[in-house]
C-alpha cells in the first residue's frame, strides 16, 4: 500500500500518519549505501587485475588507491518523495600475491542525507573489507570481498507543526563475488560478467523524541541478496605520456528476496503497528562510464560516472580516481 501504512493495534487498527514512512526509508537507505564500497571494490579490482592486455606486474610491490565521489538521486512512488545526496571517500591497499592471485584492504567513509517536505535523515558509515582476485589462462576471471561496518543514524520529521528527532546504530556484513570472461581483440576488450552479493544489516532499537507522536520502533536484522549480469567495454589509447583507457558497462542488478522492509512500532499510548518499506524495484539498469589516464609506473588519475536507474529511483554519481604505486 502506498502513501499510507496500517498496523494492528491492541485494541483495533492503527493508522500512522504518512510521515512515518521515514523511519523505515531511514533503514533502506543504509541497505542501498552497502552497495558503493563493493562496486568500487570490484572497479578497481577490474582497472589493475584485469585491464586490456595487461603486463605482468614486477616484484611484489604495494599499491595504494582512492576513490571521492559525491551521488545524487530520487525515490519515487510514495508519500513522501525523497531526494538523495551521498559524498564519501574510499582508500584500498593492495599487492600481487603468489601465481595470478592479487589481494588488497579498504577503508570507506560515506554520509547519505535524504530530504523530503516532512523531515529527513542522515546515516554515517564506515566500513572495512578485504578483497581479491585470480584468473584462469588469463581470460577466466574471479573477484571476491567481505566487508563490515559500523552505521549511525539520524533522524527528523515533522508531524502537527512538531519536530520530532531520534537517533539509533546499526552493523552491516557483506559477502560479494564475481565472476567474468575477457575476449581480448585487436583494440578493444569485451567482457561478460556476472556477480553475487549478500548484505546482513542489524538494527538497533530507534526511539523519537519530542512530542505525543513519538514512534518506539524494534531492532532487528535485515538480509538481501543480490544478482547482477552485465557485459564491459574496454578500449586504450596510447599517449606520448602514458595513455587513456576508457570503460564502459552495462548490467542488470535483481534483488533475489523481499523488496520491502518489515518493521513493529509503538506509539505513545502503547498502541502497536507495522510499518512497511517502500515498494522499490527489485530489478534496476546501472551504467559505468570511465577515463583513466595512467601516468606509468603504476600511476594513474581518472574520472567515472555511474548511473542506476529503476521506475521507482534514479540515482547518479561522479567519482575522481587516483592510484600510486610504492
Known sequence: MKGRIWGWALLGMVTLPAQAQLLVDQRELLQEDGRVPREMALDRLQQVRFAFREMPAAGQRWSTWLRGYAQDGEWRGADPS????????????????AGQWMGGA???????EADADSGGFVVDSQQLGIYAATR??????????????????????????????GDTQARSLQLFGEASYAMDFRNFSLEPFAGLAWQRSAFDGF???????????????????????GWRLARPWTLEQGRLVGRASLALRQQLNDARLSLDALNASGEQARLRGRD???????????????LGRG??????????????????????????RF
Do not use: I, N
Not at 538523495?84 to 591497499?93: A, D, F, M, R, W
Not at 579498504?106 to 547519505?112: C, D, I, K, N, P
Not at 552505521?151 to 515533522?158: P, Y
Not at 600511476?299 to 547518479?316: N, T
Open 82 to 97: 525523497l531526494q538523495l545526496q551521498s559524498q564519501g571517500l574510499v582508500v584500498g591497499l593492495d599487492r600481487p600475491l
Open 280 to 294: 522499490l524495484d527489485a530489478s534496476s539498469l546501472r551504467l559505468d562510464l570511465s577515463l583513466d589516464h595512467e
Open 207 to 229: 526511539g523519537e523524541r519530542g512530542g505525543a507522536g513519538a514512534l518506539q520502533l524494534d531492532g532487528g536484522d535485515e538480509e538481501r541478496a543480490y544478482l547482477t549480469l
Open 106 to 112: 579498504l577503508l570507506a567513509l560515506g554520509q547519505s
Open 299 to 324: 600511476r594513474y588519475l581518472g574520472l567515472g560516472y555511474a548511473g542506476r536507474f529503476a521506475e521507482s529511483a534514479r540515482e547518479q554519481s561522479l567519482a575522481l580516481r587516483l592510484s600510486l
Open 136 to 165: 584462469v589462462y588469463h581470460q577466466l576471471g574471479f573477484k571476491a570481498g567481505l566487508l563490515h561496518g559500523w552505521h549511525q543514524l539520524e533522524g527528523h520529521r515533522l508531524q502537527g507543526g512538531t519536530r520530532l528527532s
